[in-house]
């Protein structure tokens, strides 16, 4: 580390050089649209996921080296033991200094690792993030696992199949602040009252994203309202607490509970026939598509605008929407059927 | 001490206490009173009945606003399993506090043992259960050992000790885990069953937590060892001049809450099914509110873990009926927190009244 007040200036200069050298050559090939070579022969995409050993990421790195192995490039994954904001800085400079076309980042905050990020795009990195966004002037475009209107509308599908149309149901929430929960919440309560007449929302409980106190709260909606039909929980903790309480009480078979979860905490419970079905993205998708956007990116094919469309593999075209933002698509419903195709 | 008791013979007390002086023998000398008496007066006295009419009085009205609480299967279970693992924490928080001390560590501990139960059943597939309590209980008994050596050797607070390895032994199950987590599916069946299992209508995790609080009960009210933690938290300076072996007695207490927080984590990887780093996270904090609750005084010597036990049963309970009678979630929090307050503000005043009366009994002439 001595050594770098003297060398740095030179080593950046060099990545910047090359990176400068790099992106025109690119440049040139998006010009000329699907050439095979530029379209990513050279192209090297750092994977940079909020931590290692997430089973979560290993599934989304897994598609993410699927596509660029598809479109002919360099897939390297990096990242931080732990999910803290400033651990993804210095991964990001390395990559910076390495001069990598693009770099596909799940960010730990929102704003601690703009700069950086910033300094990657100045020396000509594509910054490309997924799953979880930064600010939107730190990077290119942001593939969003879901729309919010997709996860209600799936949930509220989800739950009316599964208690044939009509009946109580209650939600089982995170924590009462918690905004993305609260906003799922609001558009499941405007889809029910526009399309599910027969559906009764009776209830909004919280069980804070804690295993225990999830635990509690349904055991206390399902004595309050003797008639609920169904539970939607649209959060991971929730569900599952939910899933192992109903799974041994007298509710079993009874009472129909669905909502956002993982395979590998939902398996037990989809097994015994607790739960049906129950949704989420699937992160092999979401890292695949971002593979792609990042070489649709890093070759010139897009800039990020709204409006702008690119080819991604398997999955098809999509379209940039505002604010750089890429949907990948309504969420994922897992059952008995494809629960075992997942591991995270 | 002069011992003079009613025997089963005898229709008139040896010493008749003047009627005036009732209040006054049941002070300074209750071996005075007759034994039926004596028994009514410490009943009304005691703060478990207190606590256990309580109890009743929520089951009894939550049961008036929904049938189902009481009088289901399912509602019956839910009453005597919620209540389960607090109990076995309250009663290790406290024998410590009686000692005067205080174990903020056990959440922490709790979260360890319980992500451990987990971890061995992954990696070790096929283990006896029986070895996985075994190895959970005594991993709680070593971070308790810990926290017991610190104490009584550093010369520091408990609630300094203790506040430093409740934050040093969760980070060690959040380097641990990650954002890893136990599921149910990877635990085995007969495990997950034990955490729901009934013997007759009774569950068998609130069979454990009867079972360690007799244990515990027993212990501290007849034994040698149990009556000398009250006697160090009464006096700590006296218990040293008077050589009881002090070290040895805080050092079990920690072992003890330890040992049940292990206890408590594997029941708590049975019960849920599912573990994270975060589990029983501010647990520390409902044991003692539970033990504070139950007459446990906060600064040592005296209260019971009967006390403690139905301090945890009311304060899950009251969790439990609070969403029923349709209080908000705000509200069911500030409900907790003002009977702790109460239940301190009580015994403050009950110290106060009785040294009070102490001191009018010592002055006046005999």
């Keep these: 580390m001595t050594h770098h007040p003297v060398q740095r200036p030179g080593a950046l200069a060099a990545v910047g050089l090359s990176a400068a050298l790099m992106l025109s050559a690119c440049g040139g090939g998006g010009e000329d649209g699907g050439n095979g070579d530029a379209g990513g022969e050279d192209l090297s995409i750092t994977f940079l996921p909020k931590n290692l050993g997430n089973p979560y990421f290993d599934t989304s790195n897994a598609g993410g080296e699927e596509a660029v192995d598809e479109f002919g490039g360099t897939f390297s994954e990096v990242g931080p033991q732990e999910a803290t904001p400033d651990g993804q800085v210095q991964y990001i400079n390395t990559a910076a200094q390495q001069g990598e076309d693009a770099l596909v980042v799940s960010a730990n905050d929102p704003s601690a690792i703009c700069d950086a990020l910033n300094e990657a795009r100045e020396v000509g990195v594509a910054v490309v993030t997924f799953d979880s966004d930064t600010n939107p002037e730190c990077r290119d475009v942001f593939v969003n696992q879901a729309s919010a209107e997709g996860i209600a509308q799936t949930q509220v599908e989800l739950v009316a199949e599964q208690i044939g149309g009509s009946g109580q149901i209650a939600i089982l929430s995170a924590a009462a602040n918690a905004t993305n929960q609260n906003h799922w919440i609001e558009l499941m309560e405007a889809e029910l009252e526009a399309n599910y007449p027969e559906i009764e929302l009776v209830d909004i409980v919280y069980g804070d994203d804690d295993d225990q106190r999830s635990f509690d709260q349904t055991a206390a909606l399902l004595q309050t309202h003797s008639d609920l039909d169904a539970i939607v929980s649209p959060t991971t903790v929730g569900i599952a607490a939910a899933a192992r309480y109903i799974s041994d009480s007298a509710y079993a078979g009874e009472v129909a509970l669905t909502g956002l979860g993982t395979p590998n905490q939902m398996r037990e419970y989809v097994e015994d026939g607790t739960v049906e079905a129950f949704a989420l993205w699937n992160p092999e998708d979401l890292g695949y598509l971002a593979a792609w956007a990042a070489h649709a990116v890093a070759t010139g094919q897009i800039e990020g605008e709204e409006g702008d469309t690119f080819e991604a593999g398997r999955l098809g075209e999509y379209t940039v929407g505002a604010e750089g933002e890429i949907i990948l698509d309504d969420p994922f419903v897992f059952d008995a059927e494809n629960i075992d195709d997942f591991d995270f | 001490m002069t011992v003079s008791r009613s025997g089963p013979g005898g229709e008139e007390p040896r010493v008749p206490a003047p009627a005036s002086g009732s209040r006054t023998a049941s002070l300074v000398a209750p071996s005075r009173m007759r034994s039926a008496q004596r028994l009514v007066h410490s009943l009304l006295a005691s703060r478990e009945v207190a606590i256990v009419a309580v109890i009743l009085a929520v089951v009894v009205t939550a049961t008036a606003m929904n049938q189902t609480f009481l009088f289901s299967a399912q509602g019956w279970r839910d009453l005597l399993l919620t209540p389960s693992l607090l109990m076995v924490l309250a009663v290790g928080s406290a024998i410590v506090i009686i000692t005067r001390n205080v174990d903020l560590s056990v959440g922490s501990v709790l979260a360890i043992t319980a992500y451990m139960t987990g971890r061995l059943f992954i990696d070790l597939p096929g283990i006896p259960i029986a070895a996985v309590v075994v190895i959970g209980v005594a991993a709680g008994a070593g971070l308790g050992l810990i926290n017991g050596l610190l104490v009584a050797f550093g010369k520091v607070p408990a609630l300094v000790v203790t506040l430093g390895t409740m934050y040093i032994y969760r980070g060690i199950v959040l380097t641990w885990a990650g954002s890893d987590r136990i599921n149910a599916s990877d635990m085995p069946g007969e495990f997950l069953r034990l955490g729901t299992l009934q013997i007759g209508s009774i569950p068998l995790l609130t069979l454990v937590a009867v079972a ?141 009244r009785q040294r009070r009366r102490l001191e009018q009994v010592r002055e006046a002439p005999e």
């Design chain 2, 212 to 352: 360690v609080l007799l244990g515990a009960a027993y212990y501290l009210s007849s034994c040698r060892g149990g009556r000398q933690m009250y006697a160090i938290g009464s006096n700590p300076e006296a218990a040293v001049l008077y050589g009881l072996p002090v070290t040895r007695r805080v050092i079990s207490a920690f072992i003890a809450s330890g040992a049940l927080a292990g206890l408590a984590g594997v029941m708590y990887a049975a019960r849920y099914g599912t573990v994270s780093a975060g589990a029983g996270t501010a647990w520390e904090l409902q044991a003692i509110g539970a033990a504070v609750i139950g007459g446990v005084a906060i600064f040592g010597g005296s209260g019971t873990v009967w006390g403690a036990a139905f301090g945890a049963v009311l304060l899950m309970t009251i969790n439990r009926t609070l969403p029923i009678m349709g209080v908000p979630d705000f509200w069911q929090r500030a409900v907790v927190g003002a009977l702790i307050i109460a239940a301190i503000v009580l015994d403050r005043w009950l110290a106060a």
